[in-house]
């Protein structure tokens, strides 16, 4: 019978270098109701500031639900391994789907009766983990539902009439990032790894609450036992992650701050002012300087706090919270390693190129809110 893959053509050849072939597409899903979750985030619905755990475990276990789908089709189909494993939330009708959805994979010698591994990495990635040494375990997330709350939000409030950072907005959504980073090394530890990489973040507005997921693969790699991390995160993607490799450089855990800074009543009446004439808005010019440098002074401490060499791949992000903002700084920090390498001296043209879509349609451009 024909497989139904989901694997282009690149992927393909990557897998075939690596002695794999393709299998069929694996779908699991698990739909919820959302009056059910939305009475309880009512009762919970920024009453205080932080995670809402019982809105993280519902979350949760959608998920895990749908990944457990398609993990049981795999190993009926007496699949080696599963790519490409994604994990998204869609709303419809009033009810919430958590779905699932991966490639099954087959070594060239066929079926076996055990599934050896899952990863969130597609074709392409998954060859340039195994070129660089790395054996993957599992795909595996985590997740944080929180609120900022009335609490924070009458506090914020006071203290948005002064300029600067708000600590105490700041010191939640660093609590709650880094809380999400522990769960997912957890998980990664259970699967008998002892790295979680290509590392995925998102964050998306749930029922009036915030959820932060983190996705990626756990994997081992011998040499990452002496740099003194119990399991290594990075969210460098896995074609990095091989140049990385390539140079001598393992990674050792994926370093991320943030800071929440308010303008103040004065500053924005200054900028308000001032929007109305041509030129700079120095105020919000400093605040914004100002605010990336101090996320990125935050994850700069913690590098050398663990002893890195480099921290690569920095990226900054800022997301408006009513009065307030918040800016983030995220990226990997590096050690060398002696002897590392790769097993090939350089990646195929196929392990790079992107694929062209091919199916585009400006009718069904407005669904793609619905997606993480």
């Not at 899952?118 to 660089?132: F, I, K, M, R, V």
């Not at 308010?262 to 001032?274: D, E, F, V, Y």
């Amino acid at each position: 019978m024909a497989v139904m893959t989901g694997f282009s053509g690149n992927e393909l050849f990557c897998l075939g270098l690596k002695g794999l072939k393709p299998g069929d597409i694996v779908i699991g899903n698990s739909v919820h109701s959302l009056g059910f979750i939305g009475g309880i985030t009512s009762g919970f619905r920024g009453v205080m500031g932080g995670e809402v755990a019982e809105v993280t475990a519902i979350i949760h276990a959608g998920r895990l639900e749908a990944e457990k789908r398609i993990v049981a089709e795999a190993e009926k189909n007496q699949a080696a391994g599963i790519s490409g494993v994604t994990s998204e939330l869609r709303h419809f009708q009033g009810n919430i789907e958590f779905v699932s959805v991966g490639s099954c994979l087959y070594h060239e010698a066929g079926k076996q009766r055990t599934l050896e591994f899952s990863t969130s990495g597609d074709g392409q990635e998954l060859y340039c983990l195994l070129d660089a040494g790395y054996v993957p375990k599992r795909f595996v997330f985590s997740n944080v539902a929180y609120s900022v709350g009335v609490t924070g939000g009458l506090l914020g409030g006071l203290k948005s009439m002064a300029r600067g950072e708000i600590r105490e907005f700041s010191d939640v959504f660093n609590a709650t990032r880094h809380v999400a980073l522990d769960r997912i090394v957890t998980e990664a530890k259970a699967a008998g790894g002892n790295c979680v990489l290509g590392i995925v973040t998102r964050l998306k507005l749930f029922q009036g609450l915030h959820e932060m997921v983190m996705m990626g693969t756990a994997a081992h790699h011998d040499a990452l036992g002496g740099l003194g991390q119990a399991c290594a995160t990075s969210d460098l993607t896995c074609q990095e992650t091989w140049n990385m490799t390539r140079m001598g450089y393992a990674p050792m855990r994926l370093v991320l701050g943030t800071a929440v800074y308010s303008l103040g009543m004065i500053g924005g009446l200054k900028a308000a002012l001032k929007s109305f004439a041509k030129g700079e808005i120095s105020d919000l010019t400093t605040l914004i300087y100002d605010a990336r440098e101090h996320a990125i002074d935050i994850i700069r401490r913690e590098a050398n706090a663990i002893g890195a060499d480099d921290v690569v791949g920095i990226k900054t992000h800022i997301h408006e919270i009513g009065s307030l903002v918040e800016f983030m700084a995220i990226g990997t920090a590096v050690k060398r390693v002696p002897g590392l390498s790769t097993a090939t001296d350089t990646l195929p043209a196929q392990a790079v190129m992107r694929d062209k879509e091919t199916w585009i349609s400006g009718e069904y451009q407005g669904l793609e809110t619905n997606d993480e």
